[in-house]
């Protein structure tokens, strides 16, 4: 049974910071991919950011490329998410996944595990 917690959400100021992580068990962390997505209020769930097994290939939405960093640690079966120079328009519950594959995807469809997510509110 595979497990993702996330943590490290809260209330942050615009243009402030936070680090997001999620905690993986259940199987072998490094052999498969991660990913970030988040869902505002009466919205759906997009996709945020993505890396792969080993952690040298990313991916980010274009609304978060420069501000947020993916990365992972496959000592601490670990998956952060970096975010600066936060918006109020980064208000969302964040959810942390996984896939069947190394290799990185940007569509929820293709990731079969996930967290139970993590709030973050940007005040403005």
């Known amino acids: 049974q595979v497990q993702l917690v996330e943590s490290g959400g809260g209330l942050v100021q615009a243009g402030g910071s936070l680090r997001l992580s999620c905690a993986a068990s259940?199987?072998?962390?490094?052999?498969?991919?991660m990913g970030w997505f988040r869902q505002a209020p009466g919205k759906e769930r997009e996709f945020v950011a993505a890396i792969s097994w080993r952690g040298d290939l990313t991916t980010y939405a274009d609304s978060v490329k420069g501000r947020f960093t993916i990365s992972r640690d496959n000592a601490k079966n670990t998956v952060y998410l970096q975010m600066n120079s936060v918006k109020p328009e980064d208000t969302a519950v964040y959810y942390c996944a996984t896939r069947q594959s190394g290799w990185w995807q940007s569509v929820e469809y293709e990731y079969d595990y996930w967290g139970q997510g993590t709030q973050v509110t940007v005040s403005s």
């Open positions: 259940g199987r072998t962390f490094s052999s498969y991919a």
